[in-house]
C-alpha cells in the first residue's frame, strides 16, 4: 500500500505562484504514474496533470498547460505541482494519486489518494 501526503497549499494573490508536494511512502516500487486532480468548491474533482516515476513524462490537462509544470525526485519519491500565473479559478484542494485511471463516466479511479491540500486564489 502506498501513503500519499500532499503539501504546500496556501492563499495566494492572483498572477502569484505556488508549489505543492506529494511525497510517498510505503510499497512505492508498483506506482508507475503520479497525477494531481484538483475539487473546485461545489463541483467535481478534474484531472490536472500526471507524470511517470521512471521517465518524467508529463501531461496535462488544456486549462493549466504553460502555467502549471508537474516534476518527480525519484530519490525522495516526491512529485511536485509548481503553479504559476496562478487565477482565482485556480481555487481547489488539490490531490495527488497514485495510477490514476478515467473510467467510462469521466471520474477517475487511483490505486491511493492523498488528503488534498486547500489552494486560494484571491482577485
Known amino acids: 500500500q502506498v501513503q500519499l501526503v500532499e503539501s504546500g497549499g496556501g492563499l495566494v494573490q492572483a498572477g502569484g505562484s505556488l508549489r505543492l508536494s506529494c511525497a510517498a511512502s510505503g510499497r512505492t516500487f508498483n506506482t508507475y504514474v503520479m497525477g494531481w486532480f484538483r475539487q473546485p468548491p461545489g463541483k467535481e474533482r478534474d484531472f490536472v496533470g500526471d507524470i511517470s516515476w521512471r521517465t518524467g513524462s508529463t501531461y496535462y490537462t488544456d486549462s493549466v498547460k504553460g502555467r502549471f509544470t508537474i516534476s518527480r525526485d525519484n530519490a525522495k519519491n516526491t512529485v511536485y505541482l509548481q503553479m504559476n500565473s496562478l487565477k482565482p479559478e485556480d481555487t481547489a484542494v488539490y490531490y495527488c494519486?497514485?495510477?490514476?485511471?478515467?473510467?467510462?463516466?469521466?471520474?477517475?479511479?487511483?490505486?491511493?489518494w492523498g488528503q488534498g491540500t486547500q489552494v486560494t486564489v484571491s482577485s
Open positions: 494519486a497514485g495510477d490514476p485511471t478515467r473510467l467510462d463516466n469521466g471520474t477517475y479511479f487511483a490505486k491511493t
